[in-house]
């Protein structure tokens, strides 16, 4: 099964400038804990893995890192074929940690079960987007709204259609 997960705006914003404009301690810990989950498989994009983790494997899970690049990343099994890693782990739990890119080509794929976001009431401006997952997913959970650092937020899982 493959698990999107990801933090957005109103406007299904991931990023500005690279980064996470918006510092919400409790979704951290959200996502952690979801991670380790399901046999803790997670797998990033290369700039994710750069600049959200700063280069650095995730504790406690096994890190796969999509990438052209052949150089060895202590920690992490390098990924250079998208496709190919998404039929060997069709019967396995992964996560797929972002970023906006490698979000599309799952879902471009029709390859994501469930959807696990933070949705933050805010518009950030950000330059990278979650794509349109509205057709393709349904609502299955959301919280509770909950409030922290001025921010409001849920935490909502959507399973996939198909």
């Known amino acids: 099964m493959f698990r999107l997960i990801a933090a957005v705006d109103r406007k299904r914003g991931l990023a500005k400038q690279g980064f996470q404009p918006w ?3 409790q979704a951290r810990r959200q996502f952690i804990a979801q ?3 399901y046999g803790g498989n997670i797998l990033a994009g290369r700039t994710t893995f750069d600049l959200f983790y700063k280069g650095q494997p995730l504790a406690d899970r096994q890190n796969y890192v999509l990438t052209r690049d ?3 990343i ?3 099994e390098l990924v250079h074929d998208l496709e190919k ?3 060997e782990w069709q ?3 992964v996560w797929i940690i972002g970023g906006a890119n490698l979000f599309a080509q799952v879902m471009e794929l029709d ?3 469930e959807l696990f976001l933070t949705q933050i009431q805010n518009n950030f401006g950000c330059n990278q987007f ?3 997952y509205e057709d393709k997913f349904v609502l299955a959970e959301e919280s509770q709204l909950h409030e922290e650092n001025g921010f409001i937020f849920t935490f909502a899982k959507y399973v996939a259609k198909h």
């Open 23 to 25: 510092n919400i301690p």
């Open 35 to 37: 991670t380790k989950q």
């Open 70 to 72: 052949k150089t060895p």
């Open 74 to 76: 202590e920690g992490v």
């Open 85 to 87: 890693f998404l039929r």
């Open 91 to 93: 019967d396995k739990d």
């Open 111 to 113: 390859r994501a079960d």
């Open 130 to 132: 979650l794509p349109p």
